[in-house]
Antibody, heavy 121, light 108 residues
Framework: QLQLQESGPGLVKPSETLSLTCTVS??????????WGWIRQSPGKGLEWIGS???????YYNPSLKSRVTLSVDTSENQVSLKLRSVTAGDTAVYYC?????????????WGQGIQVTVSS | EIVLTQSPGTLSLSPGERATLSCRAS???????LAWYQQKPGQAPRLLIY???TRASGIPDRFSGSGSGTDFTLTISRLEPEDFVLYYC?????????FGQGTTVEIK
């Protein structure tokens, strides 16, 4: 059974960089048939897609966040990572990693449990 | 960006009743690339329906999806106690992929 687990600091200071990692078990991040994505959820903005990446580095980003976001893949660790720069209180949210059910424009089928990240000094 | 508007915001029904949830898109959703998710408190969203009407693996047949273009519907034929939670629609036909704001199904 595929499992995804987010990890990282739960508290980040304003203007700093939020760094999260998603570790995949029960499957390979190098799958030729899946993209991997990040979504966040906050009371004010609801669910928001952040970006998605393929193990070879092909990626898509939400234009609203593109200037501050970088996704990367570590195939040796079976992980996908998210970096969000210059954070503000508006970036406070639960962050989820998820697997696309296939290539390209495909829904998410498996999700991690999510990690709460608060931006505060 | 495609904006998805879900209605109603809250649906008050009794167990055994039929629930009809609406998701309206600001532009046509390409190839009916629309999914429905269920979210229970403290949990990640769970996939119910994709391609507007295809039930995901393991989802009970009381859940069904329909629609095309800009109007989509999730129907729960007979509400079970565990169905009284939050539901989201999600379009993946056009970048950026977007979610609706959600419909809460609550016990009347």
């Amino acid at each position: 059974q595929l499992q995804l687990q987010e990890s990282g600091p739960g508290l980040v200071k304003p203007s700093e960089t939020l760094s999260l990692t998603c570790t995949v078990s029960g499957g390979s991040i190098s799958s030729r048939t899946n993209y991997w994505g990040w979504i966040r959820q906050s009371p004010g903005k609801g669910l928001e897609w952040i970006g998605s990446i393929y193990f070879r580095g092909n990626d898509y980003y939400n234009p609203s966040l593109k200037s501050r976001v970088t996704l990367s893949v570590d195939t040796s660790e079976n992980q996908v990572s998210l970096k969000l720069r210059s954070v503000t209180a508006g970036d406070t949210a639960v962050y989820y990693c998820a697997r696309h059910a296939g290539m390209g424009a495909i829904h998410f089928d498996y999700w991690g449990q999510g990690i709460q990240v608060t931006v505060s000094s | 960006e495609i904006v998805l508007t879900q209605s109603p915001g809250t649906l008050s029904l009794s167990p055994g009743e039929r629930a009809t949830l609406s998701c309206r898109a600001s532009q046509s959703v390409t190839n009916s690339h629309l999914a429905w998710y269920q979210q229970k408190p403290g949990q990640a969203p769970r996939l119910l329906i994709y391609l507007a009407s295809t039930r995901a693996s393991g989802i009970p047949d009381r859940f069904s999806g329909s629609g095309s273009g800009t109007d989509f519907t999730l129907t729960i034929s007979r509400l079970e106690p565990e169905d009284f939670v939050l539901y989201y629609c999600y379009q993946y036909g056009s970048l950026p992929w977007t979610f609706g704001q959600g419909t809460t199904v609550e016990i009347k």
